[in-house]
């Protein structure tokens, strides 16, 4: 009797060891459960998002003459000084072509803002920048690089020296 009762035993305690495995494989760690299970849908965010009935308008930037002037002249010393550069590392054409027609840009923006004799000065520039703009149609074995440098530093010395912010004050167009 005392061997079927081991054996009695021995399958209850084998019984109870694979219940207990098939459990825990079946239900398994609860985030990889997680994983595998559908979750229902939440609402779309546009939905929960209330819109806006009184849109908050702001003033308008008042144009401060003094202040575009002196952002252009900035701007048109900068990029004479990498039309500068540009010529002197022998940069693409379409580089130089680039910068030259913002420099060219900038100048007409400081134009419109002045009156007088600075007006008459920036005018001269701009014909002296159209004039090299078309000479770059020209062969590259015809281009003077170094005259050009040389023109365009002598312009940015006379651009500060003659069109300078607090010098072109008074010629503001207001």
Known sequence: MRNQHEKFQCKTLLLIVFVLCCQSLFSGC???????IRKKR??????????????????????????????????????????????EERMSDKKVLFSLNKLLKEMRKMESLVRGEPGKTIKDYQESLEKMIQEFSSPVAFRNYRGYIKKLMSMDRKIRKELNPELVLNDLSR
Do not use: G, H, M
């Open 42 to 87: 939440k609402e779309p965010l546009e939905a929960t998002v209330e819109p806006i009935f009184d849109p908050e308008t702001y003033p308008e930037k008042v144009k401060d003459t003094e202040q575009l002037y002196r952002s252009y002249y900035d701007l048109c010393l900068i990029w004479n000084k990498e039309v500068i550069a540009n010529l």
């Open 30 to 36: 609860e985030p990889l459960k997680r994983k595998f």
